[in-house]
């Protein structure tokens, strides 16, 4: 038996709870279950790099680049009805059920994908419409359960941790598929992603069944349906909660792409500015570009790990949830805000490297923290609706802006002024959220056992 810790009343922790914890406060009892759904969520994202490379390869030498444009409207028309149809089949089965058949059923499409693309036929636009679905679902339903696994408090201490596992997950995953396409090529990707997603849902039982030996609680709750006869785009207008995470969502994410648009255009401005706009000069222009990228890419991915892996719990403990909303948005409108007057690149680079590594580790993480206080109806069906319609919603709303802008002959200045002033409306929006979240009373004692 442990010992008690004299301050706390709780047993002390042990070797693996004191290993972890620059990381997240693992209290005794806990680390086996967070290591699951870290490993879990690692394998999870590392496979999401691997489909993700492969869709690459396919609408490229299949629909050209052109294609992606339209994709994204395809994806949220669908989803219209796949998120409705999601509700519905939640309703009928236990978490256990839905975190193993949803990502067999996409593990089935793969397999599909892989036996069409072997005998020659053309998948490059079904497959980039597919993933487009499958990575904001299958990513949402697993965020999901670890959201109903723990409680509050639970959550608070252990998504930095869980957040670590999905950040290193991408890394290895994106370094491991150019290691593929090179020797196997792209339907080995297909069968990996497939291979990997097993693996998840054997994960997801196994903690699931470690959730369960807590507690005789613990056990009902697990084979009880997720139950409620409301599907997730109801539950977003009747709850204003849920609603204000959705404006959050959507917001973020019509900024983001913004953002991304905003920086293309200024390197390759920079670009031409630095070796002209001739013909002659333009494979020095594509060094630039393509090193430009390349620097971005590595200082966010270094960045966004060291801060999942030590600032995200301590920001969680210092300032609480609600005040930890208010760092990226107050990030991206710094950079914004130069940016109508004009910054150096090294300036502009440095603001967009810190924006995207907060948004892939703090920002991610919160806002998965944000769905602990939500019913359990909630956290499956108004969450898929969220992480899949409003994402996609948000890449056709800023695919609009973008379009008219380029009709308008926008300059970068004006673009910025768009996004400083959506920027404002998602402070407005983590406001609320903050107040609410505040006000949240404290949560029943059976979801603590």
Same mark, same amino acid.
């Given at each position: 038996?442990?010992?008690?810790?004299?301050?706390?009343?709780?047993?002390?922790?042990?070797?693996?709870?004191?290993?972890?914890?620059?990381?997240?406060?693992?209290?005794?009892? #806990?680390?086996?279950?967070?290591?699951?759904?870290?490993?879990?969520?690692?394998?999870?994202? =590392?496979?999401?790099?691997?489909?993700?490379?492969?869709? #690459?390869?396919?609408?490229?030498?299949?629909?050209?680049?052109?294609?992606? =444009?339209?994709?994204?409207?395809?994806?949220?028309?669908?989803?219209?009805?796949?998120?409705?149809?999601?509700?519905?089949?939640?309703?009928?089965?236990?978490?256990?059920?839905?975190?193993?058949?949803?990502?067999?059923?996409?593990?089935?499409?793969?397999?599909?994908?892989?036996?069409?693309?072997?005998?020659?036929?053309?998948?490059?636009?079904?497959?980039?419409?597919?993933?487009?679905?499958?990575?904001?679902? *299958?990513?949402?339903?697993?965020?999901?359960?670890?959201?109903?696994?723990?409680?509050?408090?639970?959550?608070?201490?252990?998504?930095?941790?869980?957040?670590?596992?999905?950040?290193?997950?991408?890394?290895?995953?994106?370094?491991?598929?150019?290691?593929?396409?090179?020797?196997?090529?792209?339907?080995?990707?297909?069968?990996?992603?497939?291979?990997?997603?097993?693996?998840?849902?054997?994960?997801?039982?196994?903690?699931?069944?470690?959730?369960?030996?807590?507690?005789?609680?613990?056990?009902?709750?697990?084979?009880?349906?997720?139950?409620?006869?409301?599907?997730?785009?109801?539950?977003?207008?009747?709850?204003?909660?849920?609603?204000?995470?959705?404006?959050?969502?959507?917001?973020?994410?019509? *900024?983001?792409?913004?953002?991304?648009?905003?920086?293309?255009?200024?390197? *390759?401005?920079?670009?031409?500015?630095?070796?002209?706009?001739?013909?002659?000069?333009?494979?020095?222009?594509?060094? +630039?570009?393509?090193?430009?990228?390349?620097?971005?890419?590595?200082?966010?991915?270094?960045?966004?790990?060291?801060?999942?892996?030590?600032?995200?719990?301590?920001?969680?403990?210092?300032?609480?949830?609600?005040?930890?909303?208010?760092?990226?948005?107050?990030?991206?409108?710094?950079?914004?805000?130069?940016?109508?007057?004009?910054?150096?690149?090294?300036?502009?680079?440095?603001?967009?490297?810190?924006?995207?590594?907060?948004?892939?580790?703090?920002?991610?993480?919160?806002?998965?923290?944000?769905?602990?206080?939500?019913?359990?109806?909630?956290?499956?069906?108004?969450?898929?609706?969220?992480?899949?319609?409003? *994402?996609?919603?948000?890449?056709?709303?800023?695919?609009?802006?973008?379009?008219?802008?380029?009709?308008?002959? +926008?300059?970068?200045?004006? +673009?910025?002024?768009?996004?400083?002033?959506?920027?404002?409306?998602?402070?407005?929006?983590?406001?609320?959220?903050?107040?609410?979240?505040?006000?949240?009373?404290?949560?029943?004692?059976?979801?603590?056992?």
């Amino acid at each position: 038996m442990k010992e008690a810790d004299g301050t706390t009343g709780r047993p002390s922790k042990g070797l693996v709870e004191r290993l972890l914890s620059p990381f997240a406060d693992v209290h005794p009892g #806990e680390a086996s279950g967070v290591l699951l759904l870290t490993l879990m969520m690692f394998l999870l994202l =590392s496979g999401y790099y691997l489909l993700k490379t492969a869709r #690459e390869i396919f609408i490229l030498s299949e629909g050209g680049a052109e294609v992606k =444009s339209y994709a994204s409207a395809g994806q949220a028309i669908l989803l219209l009805v796949i998120v409705p149809a999601y509700s519905a089949f939640a309703a009928r089965v236990n978490r256990a059920q839905l975190v193993s058949w949803v990502p067999l059923f996409f593990t089935a499409n793969l397999v599909l994908f892989a036996i069409a693309a072997r005998a020659g036929l053309r998948v490059g636009v079904v497959y980039f419409i597919w993933f487009g679905i499958f990575n904001v679902m *299958v990513i949402a339903q697993f965020w999901a359960f670890a959201n109903d696994l723990y409680t509050q408090d639970q959550g608070k201490r252990l998504f930095p941790l869980i957040g670590v596992g999905s950040s290193v997950g991408a890394w290895i995953g994106s370094v491991r598929a150019g290691g593929l396409v090179k020797s196997s090529g792209p339907l080995r990707l297909l069968l990996g992603g497939a291979t990997i997603l097993v693996m998840c849902v054997v994960l997801a039982r196994v903690a699931e069944k470690f959730k369960r030996s807590e507690s005789p609680a613990q056990v009902a709750r697990s084979g009880e349906p997720v139950g409620g006869d409301q599907n997730g785009f109801h539950l977003l207008i009747s709850n204003r909660y849920l609603t204000l995470i959705a404006l959050l969502t959507l917001l973020l994410n019509v *900024v983001n792409t913004s953002g991304e648009y905003l920086f293309g255009r200024y390197v *390759v401005q920079n670009a031409t500015a630095i070796y002209g706009a001739g013909p002659a000069a333009e494979a020095a222009r594509g060094q +630039f570009i393509g090193g430009a990228y390349a620097t971005l890419y590595g200082r966010v991915n270094l960045l966004g790990l060291l801060l999942q892996m030590f600032a995200v719990s301590r920001i969680f403990k210092f300032l609480g949830l609600g005040r930890a909303l208010f760092i990226h948005p107050i990030i991206a409108i710094t950079g914004y805000l130069m940016m109508l007057g004009g910054p150096s690149f090294g300036v502009m680079r440095g603001l967009k490297t810190l924006d995207n590594a907060v948004d892939y580790s703090l920002g991610n993480t919160t806002r998965q923290a944000l769905w602990l206080p939500t019913s359990r109806e909630a956290k499956y069906k108004a969450k898929q609706a969220v992480d899949s319609f409003c *994402v996609r919603a948000g890449d056709v709303i800023q695919a609009g802006i973008v379009f008219a802008g380029e009709l308008l002959s +926008f300059a970068i200045p004006t +673009f910025a002024a768009i996004n400083v002033a959506l920027t404002t409306l998602w402070l407005v929006v983590v406001s609320s959220l903050n107040r609410r979240l505040r006000a949240q009373a404290p949560e029943p004692v059976e979801r603590a056992a």
